[in-house]
């Protein structure tokens, strides 16, 4: 069973920031998949990682981000 994630993510502002924030995010283990998106600047992430881990991959990234509630 996958859990789904979403994420804030401000600081992106091009085409690439999406691909770079959605790289660090499939590499990090138990990702299914993801989607990031530049408008509203946030992510869907499914799989079995946890949100911390997440949150700190995107900001290995060069970017913030934040566990939506």
Known sequence: ??????LAITG????????????ALEAVPGVD???VALEPG???ITGR???GVLIDAVKGAGYSA????
């Open 49 to 51: 990682a946890d949100a």
């Open 33 to 35: 998949s993801v989607e």
């Open 12 to 23: 992106m502002t091009c085409n690439h920031c999406v691909a770079r924030t959605a790289k």
């Open 42 to 44: 946030g992510a869907v």
């Open 1 to 6: 069973m996958s859990d789904t994630v979403e």
């Open 66 to 69: 934040a566990a939506k509630s």
